[in-house]
């Protein structure tokens, strides 16, 4: 693909920063930029906004609402938010069960649950990972068996999702069940969609050692669910998993947020003193800034590579896009800490939930950081460990 950018491409980005500059709630912004939380109504007050623009799902087809951006204009769009600071869209709806409803879901799921994603009037969660089945996915044992009755035909679901990513705000669950205990595991499961608010359905917190409440234990107990809401094919789930991961795994890699982190860490140093100069005038640590910053550029140009292809999936390159994004993410975390020394040690909630303007740390930029840094411990977890996904690498990629 040609990387310089066309006048087109030029005039595009003008048009979004000017988008951004008018549209973006100021509020919304600082909390981005100060590594603050999130609460579900930010994250769907910003959905609802770009949805209005119709820019909700920029690697939709236009068919189905997407706005039929280039690759080039879907990386400057994504480059462009990170920039100005807009909040993550949510991505378990727009970019993870979308796509795959899209590929092989009946024409009736795409009518129904396609537009509702672009509005925000469902907001989804996944239920892939189980107690002894996380990075072995295939071992899940949360069952769905297959009953008819006067009603029609329907499936009864038994079993634990855990680790469920704001499960406490979901009407929807795509989840992997095992619909046939007697084949090779990989060949027993189906992908169903399932209403969070059946009966049957508890959710349990999980609070992390931030007091942070960001993901859940599901419990499925006799909870019934409507055949047609069965992707696809039965036992053919394992497929429209490696699908749904491979989208997942591509998004993972946020080269645009992390070049602003990669700025915000520049300024930081700028700021900080060392041996009476500023920090970042010392060798070791520029040098630290200068390898990140080489290895994001070769993540960017990878990932552009990768959404250049037309009308193709992404494979296991996906792989490569997850371990070298998170990677770098985690980098990028160590080196705000490092730069602001012991005025990230302090926890202050009240300031990250942003019920309070200022921190009691005194320092409202270095407040958040190690709390930003062991939340982003879990980036080489999800969507498939790295572990995995390295040995995906080399046996796909490598032929190993």
């Keep these: 693909m040609d990387l310089n950018y066309s006048n087109e491409d030029l005039a595009f980005r003008i048009e979004v920063r000017a988008f951004l500059d008018a549209e973006l709630p100021a509020d919304l912004q600082q909390k981005v930029r100060k590594h603050l939380r999130l609460s579900k109504e930010d994250s769907v007050r910003w959905h609802k906004i770009l949805a209005a623009k119709g820019w909700v799902a920029p690697g939709w087809p236009v068919e189905f609402g997407g706005p039929g951006w280039t690759a080039t204009q879907r990386h400057i769009f994504e480059e462009e938010c990170a920039r100005a600071g807009t909040p993550q869209i949510m991505p378990f709806g727009v970019n993870m069960v979308a796509p795959v409803i899209m590929a092989f879901g009946s024409q009736a799921q795409k009518d129904y649950y396609l537009p509702r994603i672009l509005s ?64 090779r595991k990989q060949e027993g499961i189906s992908f169903l969609l399932i209403d969070m608010h059946s009966p049957g359905i508890t959710v349990r917190p999980i609070i992390m050692l931030d007091e942070d409440h960001e993901v859940n234990e599901v419990f499925f107990d006799n909870v019934r669910v409507p055949a047609s809401n069965l992707v696809g094919q039965e036992n053919r789930g394992w497929t429209y998993a490696k699908y749904l991961l491979g989208h997942e795994r591509t998004g993972i890699a946020a080269v645009g947020r992390s070049k602003r982190e990669l700025a915000f860490v520049k300024t930081l140093a700028a700021r900080e003193n060392k041996s009476g100069l500023p920090l970042i005038e010392d060798p070791l640590f520029a040098a630290k800034l200068a390898s990140l910053e080489i290895e ?13 292809r037309p009308n193709q999936a992404p494979g296991p390159e996906a792989s490569v896009l997850k371990v070298r994004g998170t990677e770098i993410q985690q980098a990028l975390s160590e080196l705000m800490v490092e730069a602001v020394g012991p005025m990230a040690l302090p926890f202050d909630p009240a300031y990250l939930e942003g019920e309070r303007e200022h921190s009691l740390v005194g320092d409202d930029e270095a407040a958040p950081l190690l709390a930003h840094y062991f939340n982003y411990r879990k980036t080489s977890i999800y969507g498939g460990s790295n572990e995995i996904q390295r040995n995906i690498i080399s046996q796909m990629i490598l032929g190993l």
């Design 296 to 308: 994001l550029m070769a993540l960017e140009m990878t990932v552009l590579r990768v959404l250049a």
């Design 120 to 183: 925000c009037e469902d907001w989804w969660c996944q239920g892939y990972s189980e107690p002894g089945a996380g990075s072995d996915l295939a071992s899940l044992k949360t069952t769905a068996v297959r009953h008819a009755d006067a009603d029609g035909d329907y499936y009864l679901v038994n079993g634990q999702k855990t680790w469920t990513t704001l499960a406490q705000h979901a009407d929807m669950i795509f989840c992997l069940v095992r619909t046939d205990t007697g084949v």
